[in-house]
């Protein structure tokens, strides 16, 4: 297969994580016989600094005329703490998304066994916890109408959905739940929120295509309460943007780094991956940032081209740094490796996955490989 991929490495450590993705991506293409041809561009506060637009013409271009997009990450200290800031980098990526039409973020949440005791719960809590989040990307107070009087003093965000917007995501969920273990959460806000009602009376009347599906629901404060009190519940939730965006980043908790969770972006052309972290600027360059949510970004890009077996060695690779603790100190704070050698090693066990003598496991741990 020949892909051409877009690749918005964006901000602060989005370059040194989207680079292991690429490893791991040339990696596979050796092995399989795959063409990936790589094209970066801006955006972010980089392409603010460098070109005034934080998603500039020529990159979109490039989005909409390529396979799928690789996207790092972006943020920038000098605007997160400039509340006059007009120009933001989130702003560039809030259209990437509308003008792909991405409307689904996929988000798995699966703990790794030997990474239990890294989350702040308890074991017995988390273990066999495996849920996806779908949340809807494109409408909703994110992309509502906002208003700010000139006294800056009053201000409103307008949250939007129509039923067009809940159908499509709202059959996403569903077929993904019917290859899972059959039970689909809807997360609102109904008691309150005219929008939720919408969305509560779409998702029971698609519910019908589904009759296999168990539907149930909850509000998002509740939702909220239940990932961290048992969140083995949970097969897949379905839920609004802004819902989705708070619901999704605490059950990276479950896994114990959100430095762990990859995503994926969905619309019905094109196709966007990315870990869920953020620049985290403050690690920028010094070789600490853990890697392995953009490799897994990578695994399900490859899946949504069908590639599934290319797919299921970058996992096998993942579990195995993860098992020979060959991890980031987000992970293991004595860990002598950094985000190269994770990267590193994971390209090194595609192109040699069946020699186990070759990740000497002693060897590992003591940083004398030669694989890293």
């Given at each position: 297969?020949?892909l051409?991929?877009?690749v918005?490495?964006g901000?602060?450590i989005?370059?040194?994580v989207?680079?292991?993705?690429?490893?791991a991506l040339y990696?596979?293409?050796?092995?399989?016989?795959?063409?990936f041809?790589f094209?970066?561009?801006?955006?972010?506060?980089i392409?603010i600094?460098k070109?005034?637009?934080p998603?500039?013409?020529?990159t979109?271009?490039?989005c909409?005329?390529t396979?799928?997009?690789?996207f790092?990450?972006?943020?920038d200290?000098?605007?997160?703490?400039?509340p006059?800031?007009?120009?933001r980098?989130?702003?560039?990526?809030?259209?990437l998304?509308k003008?792909?039409?991405?409307?689904?973020?996929i988000r798995p949440?699966?703990?790794?066994?030997?990474?239990i005791d890294?989350?702040p719960?308890?074991?017995?809590?988390?273990d066999g916890?495996?849920?996806?989040?779908?949340?809807?990307?494109?409408?909703?107070a994110?992309?509502?109408?906002k208003?700010?009087?000139?006294?800056g003093?009053?201000?409103?965000?307008l949250?939007?959905?129509?039923?067009e917007?809940?159908?499509r995501?709202?059959h996403?969920?569903?077929?993904?739940?019917?290859?899972?273990?059959?039970?689909?959460?809807?997360?609102d806000?109904a008691n309150?929120?005219?929008?939720s009602?919408?969305?509560?009376?779409v998702?029971?009347k698609?519910?019908?295509?589904?009759?296999d599906?168990?539907l149930?629901?909850?509000?998002?404060?509740?939702?909220?309460?239940?990932l961290i009190?048992n969140?083995?519940?949970?097969?897949?939730?379905?839920?609004?943007?802004?819902?989705?965006?708070i619901l999704?980043d605490e059950?990276s908790?479950i896994?114990?780094s959100?430095?762990?969770l990859a995503?994926?972006s969905?619309?019905?052309k094109?196709a966007?991956?990315?870990?869920?972290?953020?620049?985290?600027?403050q690690?920028?360059?010094?070789?600490?940032?853990n890697?392995i949510?953009?490799i897994?970004?990578?695994?399900?890009?490859l899946?949504?081209f069908?590639?599934?077996?290319?797919?299921n060695?970058?996992?096998?690779?993942?579990?195995?740094?993860?098992e020979?603790?060959v991890?980031?100190?987000?992970?293991k704070?004595?860990?002598k490796?950094?985000?190269?050698?994770?990267?590193?090693?994971?390209?090194?066990?595609i192109?040699?996955?069946?020699?186990?003598l070759?990740?000497n496991n002693?060897n590992?741990?003591?940083?004398?490989?030669?694989?890293v």
């Open positions: 297969m020949n051409k991929i877009a918005l490495p901000d602060g989005g370059p040194e989207i680079a292991q993705a690429k490893k990696a596979i293409g050796e092995v399989y016989n795959h063409e041809v094209e970066e561009a801006l955006m972010g506060a392409a600094d070109t005034g637009n998603l500039p013409e020529q979109l271009n490039l909409l005329n396979d799928a997009v690789l790092g990450a972006i943020g200290p000098k605007y997160d703490n400039n006059n800031a007009k120009v980098p989130e702003q560039g990526l809030l259209k998304r003008e792909l039409g991405l409307f689904a973020n949440i699966k703990p790794y066994k030997s990474l890294a989350s719960l308890k074991r017995e809590i988390i916890a495996d849920f996806t989040i779908f949340r809807e990307l494109t409408g909703g994110y992309f509502g109408a208003t700010l009087n000139e006294e003093t009053h201000a409103s965000d949250c939007e959905y129509s039923e917007e809940i159908t995501i709202a996403l969920a569903f077929k993904s739940a019917q290859n899972r273990r059959k039970k689909l959460t809807m997360v806000k309150v929120l005219e929008t009602r919408l969305w509560r009376k998702v029971q698609v519910s019908l295509n589904y009759p599906v168990a149930d629901f909850l509000f998002v404060d509740n939702a909220a309460m239940q009190l969140p083995k519940q949970f097969d897949v939730i379905l839920t609004e943007n802004l819902f989705g965006d999704s059950a908790v896994t114990g959100i430095g762990l995503s994926a969905l619309g019905e094109n966007l991956f990315e870990p869920i972290h953020g620049s985290y600027p690690a920028k360059g010094k070789n600490i940032a890697p949510a953009s897994l970004s990578a695994a399900m890009l899946e949504h069908g590639l599934f077996k290319e797919a060695v970058i996992y096998q690779a993942v579990e195995k740094a993860i020979y603790k991890v980031t100190i987000d992970l704070p004595d860990s490796f950094g985000t190269n050698e994770v990267g590193e090693f994971v390209s090194n066990f192109f040699s996955k069946d020699d186990l070759y990740f002693d590992v741990h003591i940083g004398q490989s030669t694989i």
